[in-house]
T-cell receptor, first 115, second 114 residues
């Protein structure tokens, strides 16, 4: 099956720094990637939808200047948490999709802890 | 707007017992429906999906789900639970054209007693 690699698996950073999370589709071309955020014992909340070569579409309430998403190629999307604060600590999960196919393939997630 | 409700936050069953996890959705048309399983600190693994056709779908790991349009439900079942099934289960609705946005339920945490 299709594999989505997400890196890093976990990261600890100081408040005020920026953190980049990568999401790669290893054996298929992902025209669309999604970024989710998951708080402990809660569901996945869609943050944004990114299409290769265009600007990401953010969900209501998600700060686009804080969560920068880049989808520069058909196999890579990145999420950069800028000027991270402790309240940004969360589990971030990416998923990838081939256009016209309803299946989503998920990365293994990134646990971000901001001190 | 579409939404997904999983009424049970926690479910505990004994190993070997049957399991049913409930999922109700709200959507104007026939949606794509999915069940995912998440182990602690991990991403999501697709168990099964429904798009059209036979309303009883078979998935991996012995799971099945039945789509009932009249009840707007897509409940997940397994006849005999194994200890390794302990995890978080998410029901999701996917809708769109070309690009499908998923809306996830709040999840049901399954605990299996030996």
């Amino acid at each position: 099956g299709a594999v989505v690699s997400q890196h890093p698996s976990w990261v600890i950073c100081k408040s005020g720094t920026s953190v980049k999370i990568e999401c790669r589709s290893l054996d298929f071309q992902a025209t669309t990637m999604f970024w989710y955020r998951q708080f402990p014992k809660q569901s996945l909340m869609l943050m944004a939808t990114s299409n290769e070569g265009s600007k990401a579409t953010y969900e209501q309430g998600v700060e686009k200047d804080k969560f920068l998403i880049n989808h520069a190629s058909l196999t890579l999307s990145t999420l950069t948490v800028t000027s991270a604060h402790p309240e940004d600590s969360s589990f971030y999960i990416c998923s990838a999709q081939v256009v016209g196919d309803e299946k989503l393939f998920f990365g293994s997630g990134t646990q971000l802890s901001v001190l | 707007a579409q939404s997904v409700t999983q009424p049970d936050i926690h479910i505990t069953v004994s190993e070997g017992a049957s399991l049913e996890l409930r999922c109700n959705y709200s959507y104007g048309a026939t949606p794509y429906l999915f069940w995912y399983v998440q182990s602690p600190g991990q991403g999501l693994q697709l168990l099964l999906k429904y798009f059209s056709g036979d309303t009883l779908v078979q998935g991996i790991k012995g799971f099945e789900a039945e789509f009932k349009r009249s009840q707007s439900s897509f409940n997940l079942r397994k006849p005999s639970v194994h200890w390794s099934d302990a995890a978080e289960y998410f029901c999701a609705v996917g809708a769109g054209s070309g690009t499908y946005k998923y809306i996830f339920g709040t999840g049901t945490r399954l605990k299996v007693l030996a």
